[in-house]
């Protein structure tokens, strides 16, 4: 943890920079011109966009795309040929890169990218300068901030997976050094220059906010493995759940070559930014990979561990006496076990909020944990017992139950926080960093998420109680 801290503060040297995927403050102070380039290796970009200062509240925080006239839906917006997107490409690699990226865990795969970006950043004439050079100087993903600010985003979870990069990266840079110290200098992967934590955290960094996955070849078997790759001018395209382009992938059978186009999904005002979905994620991934947070974000969630002690403490608190969530009957461990909450190896990790709400697996964990018989139980599949919509599967009693221990589990998880909503609002209106209100943002929506989830049971509830009054 201490190391940690250690790189946190060697990366947060650099003026931290509001978020966004494209920022203002670019690698170079004058780099040639992204939308020239592009047409100049064979690209196509559409003739009404341009660059342009995106801007929030007054406040310049990128760059990005902008139609300067109406655009209609389904023009072609930019296409790139094979030779302009960035990947890893193992049969060219450098032998030296390709051993470093074998050390690099499948989920840190931005870092096995952002080697090869290392290398051609270092390379004189690299063909990607022209679009490396227009990168951002500085990130503004958690392993950039100060502890103070790590400490601020007040959730278990991030926290645990921001020291578990700010660990990498320091592993990774000790095991970088032991591998170039012997080498010649034509042998360099680098060209010679020094590669440290700070540049292996904004080289990781700029891959996570700006690859995307496409096709790669064809493999023997005629199937296709999902390829990072950087797309230049394509990554500065902002994000939006309700994207006005999308990127289509055309193949060329005859010389298995592609083109990656970008396509108007819609009509594009004058002066509108091109959009599109990175995927429908949580703020976790929203943050750690690409520095912004989603108000209001219909896909965050939070985590919470399955834990028979835990909902023993809710069942309490909600002032349900019956069950005993620690020693469940035999029957009942039998389906825990089949929804992979208990057995050899479960999957403990359940999840509140979303388009879910509340996850299948906790939900009927709890309907059957409530349940005293088991004909009426083995009367229903597990995809019932797993579904909020089916109404009532085990009667209204075991329904009423089981929302009252789950909004008894989110005021558990709302004590967990130091600070209320109202006291992180007031922090915001005087002002703080702009690392400090990216932390307080996001534990701002992920209390949120809780009180939702709160507020849409207790709906319920009143729903099943009027209808049980009624049928009585």
């Known amino acids: 943890m201490a190391a940690s801290k250690m790189l946190l503060s060697s990366l947060t040297q650099i003026s931290p920079i509001k978020c966004a995927v494209s920022y203002h403050t670019r690698l170079v102070r004058h780099p040639p011109d992204l939308l020239k380039w592009v047409k100049r290796e064979g690209g196509f970009v559409h003739q009404a966009l341009k660059i342009s200062p995106q801007q929030q509240d007054d406040n310049t925080y990128g760059l990005g795309l902008v139609a300067s006239q109406d655009i209609p839906k389904g023009s072609l917006l930019i296409s790139l040929p094979h030779h302009i997107p960035l990947k890893c490409d193992a049969d060219a690699a ?62 278990a979870p991030l926290l645990y997976q921001v020291n578990k990069r700010c660990r990498f990266l320091l592993d990774f840079d000790q095991a970088v050094r032991r591998n170039l110290e012997s080498l010649k200098p034509n042998d360099h992967p680098f060209g010679g ?39 230049p001018l394509i990554d500065m395209c902002n994000h939006s759940f309700k994207p006005n382009a999308q990127i289509l992938q055309e193949e060329d059978k005859e010389n298995d070559k592609s083109q990656i186009k970008v396509v108007a999904e819609t009509d594009i005002k004058q002066d509108n930014p091109l959009l599109l979905n990175y995927g429908c994620l949580s703020n976790d991934f929203f943050l750690l990979d690409y520095g912004f947070v989603i108000p209001s974000n219909p896909y965050d969630t939070i ?38 909450l208990a057995g050899e190896a479960p999957i403990l990790k359940v999840t509140l909020g979303g388009l879910e709400v509340v996850e299948g697996r906790l939900l009927a964990a709890l309907r059957v944990l409530l349940a005293s ?68 943002q996001f534990r701002i929506e992920k209390k949120s998420v809780i009180i939702d989830v709160m507020r849409n049971l207790s709906r319920r509830m009143k729903l099943l109680t009027s209808k049980d009054a009624a049928s009585a």
């Open 193 to 231: 220059q020094e590669v440290d934590a700070l540049s292996l955290g904004w080289a990781m960094s700029a891959v996570s906010s700006r690859a995307f996955r496409l096709y790669g070849k064809m493999t023997a078997d005629g199937t296709r493995n999902n390829v990072p790759m950087m797309l």
């Open 94 to 155: 450098d032998s030296v890169l390709l051993n470093l990226a074998r050390q690099v865990p499948e989920e840190l795969w931005a870092m096995k990218l952002g080697l090869r970006l290392l290398q051609e950043r270092a390379k004189v004439g690299s063909f990607w300068w022209p679009y490396i050079s227009n990168l951002p100087e500085t990130y503004s993903a958690p392993i950039f901030f100060q502890g103070e600010d790590i400490k601020n985003l007040q959730y």
């Open 373 to 440: 018989d088991v004909e009426t139980v083995r009367k229903h599949d597990l995809n019932t017992l797993k579904s909020l919509s089916a109404e009532t599967p085990l009667g209204i009693a075991n329904e009423v139950a089981a929302f009252h221990i789950i909004i008894a589990l989110c005021a558990i998880a709302l004590e967990h926080f130091p600070t209320k909503i109202m006291e992180d609002e007031s922090l915001l209106k005087q002002g703080v960093s702009a690392n400090s209100e990216l932390a307080i």
């Open 303 to 340: 985590e919470l561990k399955y834990d028979g002690a835990l909902l023993d403490a809710a069942s309490m608190a909600a002032g349900i006496s019956q069950p005993n969530f620690s020693s469940p009957a035999a029957w009942q461990q039998q389906i825990l076990s089949q929804l992979n």
